[in-house]
């Protein structure tokens, strides 16, 4: 939690939180397709690495790293970059909009994966299965309320509905729909680059062209049962999650998924609290982070961390070397 679709509402749900901003007014409003589409920026490059090989990679690929290495220093490079762009600009606008869904997905993450963990009893590494029907049904559940429409039609290219498709189509080359829009190609591998120096060695072989291409022809997962999607994937044979329709859920996941989802807190709240929390969240988030872009200053360490986006952990506490 949260799959796909629920990242994509819980942004969209935080700019109408979010409201009218001094700094940088109505740029998140005009550029929302940008905002949804980085909302799912760290899960892009996924569907390429099942393409390739089969399964989840476990190793070196980029959605492994923007998952579970210096989460803090990717948002830190982007404030640097955006603080030195002229703000009037497009570049900047489009870039800004996709940053903060960005950030929106790294907030999710961090307080939503540990509920999940806390539903199904384990970590990801542990519990895959159970863990992504869990996303999946909340996800199938979100989208109905929030859109009045199945998952099964997200995707559409159609702009009376959701329309994913045609999001997506705006966030690309103008030049060739097949590819990511320039602004995002620079600057998504500029921040890739900065915040990943250990990974030097697959500079190389960032193609940000080839993410946004597969993840457009295969985006479609829930009307074609070959899609693939992180939040469906079995380490062992990527299986077909039914069902696709939020009146096929069953009372038993209705129950433990929805009406009373369990917190690490032992707590039970509705799976519809807790992404109102999240979308309040994202948006306090937003506000708290515009200043620094404006100024080019460097945020206090609480506002963003280093978190383990599959656990909510802050990585950078090692026990046995904390400083005297």
Not at 191 to 198: C, E, I, N, S
Not at 240 to 246: D, G
Request: proline residues 4%; charged residues 25%; hydrophobic residues 40%.
């Amino acid at each position: 939690m949260p799959a796909t679709f629920a990242h994509c509402l819980l942004a969209r749900e935080a700019m109408e939180r979010f409201g009218k901003s001094k700094l940088f007014p109505g740029v998140l409003k005009t550029k929302n397709h940008f905002v949804v589409m980085g909302a799912t920026g760290p899960d892009y490059p996924y569907l390429t690495d099942v393409m390739k090989y089969g399964v989840l990679h476990i190793g070196h690929n980029w959605a492994n790293r923007m998952h579970y290495e210096n989460i803090d220093g990717f948002i830190l490079e982007g404030i640097k970059k955006l603080s030195s762009m002229n703000k009037t600009s497009e570049e900047f606008k489009n870039c800004l909009a996709w940053f903060s869904g960005y950030v929106s997905h790294v907030v999710a993450d961090s307080y939503l994966h540990p509920v999940v963990n806390s539903t199904v009893h384990g970590i990801y590494l542990f519990t895959n299965e159970k863990h992504g029907r869990c996303e999946l049904v909340q996800d199938i559940y979100i989208f109905k309320k929030m859109t009045d429409t199945d998952i099964c039609a997200a995707a559409a290219r159609d702009r009376n509905s959701f329309g994913y498709l045609s999001i997506l189509d705006d966030c690309s080359d103008p030049q060739d729909l097949d590819k990511i829009h320039p602004h995002i190609r620079v600057f998504w591998s500029e921040l890739l680059k900065a915040a990943h120096p250990y990974a030097s060695d697959y500079f190389g072989d960032l193609n940000l062209d080839e993410w946004h291409k597969n993840y457009k022809g295969r985006v479609d997962f829930a009307a074609d049962s070959q899609s693939i999607f992180r939040h469906v994937l079995d380490i062992a044979n990527a299986p077909r999650y039914v069902p696709w329709t939020a009146s096929s859920i069953s009372k038993e996941e209705r129950s433990k998924y929805i009406d009373n989802v369990e917190t690490p807190r032992g707590t039970k709240q509705s799976y519809d609290t807790l992404f109102s929390l999240v979308a309040d969240q994202i948006a306090a988030t937003w506000n708290a982070l515009f200043p620094y872009i404006k100024n080019g200053q460097v945020p206090p360490a609480t506002l963003v961390k280093d978190w383990n986006l599959d656990t909510g952990v802050d990585e950078s506490k090692i026990d046995f070397w904390k400083e005297a």
